[in-house]
């Protein structure tokens, strides 16, 4: 990253959100992998994952009725 870049966000031992200042693009680092994506892509990049983790909760939660509805039910 250049001195006029722009770290969005990061969490430590996880990865990186920046914008290095020179390309254009956002970068998304995570671990050893950065990817380079344009401003359009890294939006629906964010949707895509927040709508995912939002269906992953849905999920979670109808695993953990099902699994107390066999507790109730002797299975
Ligand atoms: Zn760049």
């Known amino acids: 990253m250049t001195a006029d870049g722009t770290v969005l966000a990061s969490i430590k ?5 920046y914008d290095c200042g020179g390309c254009g693009n956002i970068h998304l680092q995570v671990g050893p992998l950065t990817l380079a994506l344009e401003p359009g892509a890294y939006m ?9 983790a939002a269906n992953f909760e849905l999920l979670l939660e109808q695993r953990s009725k099902a699994a107390h509805q ?6």
């Open 13 to 17: 031992g996880l990865g990186a959100v």
């Open 44 to 52: 629906q990049l964010v949707a895509l994952l927040s709508t995912s």
């Open 70 to 75: 066999e507790e109730r039910e002797g299975k």
